[in-house]
T-cell receptor
Framework: KQEVTQIPAALSVPEGENLVLNCSFT??????LQWFRQDPGKGLTSLLL?????REQTSGRLNASLDKSSGRSTLYIAASQPGDSATYLC??????????FGAGTILRVKS | DTGVSQDPRHKITKRGQNVTFRCDPISEHNRLYWYRQTLGQGPEFLTYFQNEAQLEKSRLLSDRFSAERPKGSFSTLEIQRTEQGDSAMYLC?????????????FGPGTRLTVT
């Protein structure tokens, strides 16, 4: 059974700082991995998707990496802004149909 | 393309009542998923449709829950005899395998509060 863990559970940083969010998964037989952002009381916004054959994906100030063999992914946020404050969720898709999510990292960027 | 939509956005009901939620996927997305998210947790998979066929159901989907996707377009999720433990955010997502990486696009969710 796939299990996804995100560390840290919460993070508070001053504006402008670079930061890394961590995601680990127990079964390396994945099809892809997605990072999502969730604002309080809202749905999920997809940030980046990394296919199992890829090592990283970049979008603006965001960079996600994937090391499938070790069961790890990181989301790097450069030059953080108060608008980046949200919960960040990591989810893996195996060769079935569902996404398995971690519990998320709550990020607060202080101005 | 307006994205995945869900209705209602919020629902407050008394224990024992039945509720029904609707999800409209992105047009031409033939795959539709329901997830449930409780406070402080990530979403958990409930069920999956490919066109009108319900192909997978989680053990979380007790016999009080039923989902349909008539004609392979919108989907409904009904909860009968609601319990306080059903209070959660219910999220719908859709995907189109023809687009490649099976990326799932989520709607805004329906927040259910059972009093």
């Amino acid at each position: 059974k796939q299990e996804v863990t995100q560390i840290p559970a919460a993070l508070s940083v001053p504006e402008g700082e670079n930061l890394v969010l961590n995601c680990s998964f127990t079964d390396s037989a994945i099809y892809n991995l997605q990072w999502f952002r969730q604002d309080p009381g809202k749905g999920l916004t997809s940030l980046l998707l990394i296919q199992s054959s890829q090592r990283e994906q970049t979008s603006g100030r965001l960079n996600a990496s994937l090391d499938k063999s070790s069961g790890r992914s990181t989301l790097y946020i450069a030059a953080s802004q108060p608008g980046d404050s949200a919960t960040y969720l990591c989810a893996v898709k195996g060769y079935g149909n569902k996404l398995v999510f971690g519990a998320g990292t709550i990020l607060r960027v202080k101005s | 393309d307006t994205g995945v939509s869900q209705d209602p956005r919020h629902k407050i009901t008394k224990r024992g009542q039945n509720v029904t939620f609707r999800c409209d996927p992105i047009s031409e997305h033939n795959r539709l998923y329901w997830y449930r998210q409780t406070l402080g947790q990530g979403p958990e998979f409930l069920t999956y449709f490919q066109n009108e066929a319900q192909l997978e159901k989680s053990r979380l989907l007790s016999d009080r829950f039923s989902a349909e996707r008539p004609k392979g377009s919108f989907s409904t999720l009904e909860i009968q005899r609601t319990e306080q433990g059903d209070s959660a955010m219910y999220l719908c997502a859709s995907s189109n395998p023809g687009e490649g990486p099976y990326e799932q696009y989520f709607g805004p969710g329906t927040r259910l509060t059972v009093t």
